[in-house]
Structure formats: structure tokens, C-alpha cells
Nanobody
Framework: VQLVESGGGLVQPGGSLRLSCEAS????????MRWYRQALGKAREWVVD????????YYDDSAKGRFTASRDDSKNTVYLQMNNLKPEDTAVYYC????????????????WGQGTQVTVSS
């Protein structure tokens, strides 16, 4: 199982970024996906869940109205479009599979990528 995040960078307040997470090693289309973020010195926090068929998407209040999650099962990729970014959005963003199903003896939820750094600053 591999999760590879990309698309982060430095952006000014009010700017936009589109994050991607390419997954491999499991049947991507069968699983919901989740985005988390972790700011320096803080605990990892949940951002959004997107169900496996994309029909249901749930956002943290901080992301509602500004972030949009989507997925392309043909590319095994989940996206996070982030608009109107604020300095408090600065964090490393991670995708994750919220499932306890075992792959190679390890629950999917325990697999993490390297994350992608988002920095919002003027």
C-alpha cells in the first residue's frame, strides 16, 4: 500500500492550491478516503471524508465552503481543492484510508504517505 501526496507549496492568503493523493496496493474504488492535516507542533486533525462512490463528502467546519474534495477512481487519486487559503491552513496535508482492513498484516488506516506541505503566507 502506498499513498503519495503532492501539490503543496507556498501561497499567499486568499490563494488556491490543489492537492493530490495517488494510492496503490489496494482496490481504491472500494474505499472511502480521508484528508488530514498537521500544523507544526500540533496534533493531526481531520479535514474531510469522501465516500468510496463519491456520493457523500463530509468536511470539518474549517474547510466548509473553501475546500472541495473529489476523487478519480480511474486514476486511483483523491484531490483536495483549497480556495481562499488562510495562514491557519498552513500544515502538512496527508491522505488516509479510514479502514481497519488488513493489508500485509497492517490495517489500511495505519498506512501514511509523506504528506505535502502547504504554507500560506504573505
Amino acid at each position: 500500500v502506498q499513498l503519495v501526496e503532492s501539490g503543496g507549496g507556498l501561497v499567499q492568503p486568499g490563494g488556491s492550491l490543489r492537492l493530490s493523493c495517488e494510492a496503490s496496493g489496494f482496490t481504491f474504488s472500494a474505499y472511502s478516503m480521508r484528508w488530514y492535516r498537521q500544523a507544526l507542533g500540533k496534533a493531526r486533525e481531520w479535514v474531510v471524508d469522501i465516500f468510496n462512490d463519491g456520493s457523500s463528502i463530509y468536511y470539518d467546519d474549517s474547510a466548509k465552503g473553501r475546500f472541495t474534495a473529489s476523487r478519480d477512481d480511474s486514476k486511483n487519486t483523491v484531490y483536495l481543492q483549497m480556495n481562499n487559503l488562510k495562514p491557519e491552513d498552513t500544515a502538512v496535508y496527508y491522505c488516509n484510508v479510514p479502514s481497519t482492513r488488513l493489508f500485509s498484516g497492517k490495517p489500511l488506516v495505519d498506512y501514511w504517505g509523506q504528506g505535502t506541505q502547504v504554507t500560506v503566507s504573505s
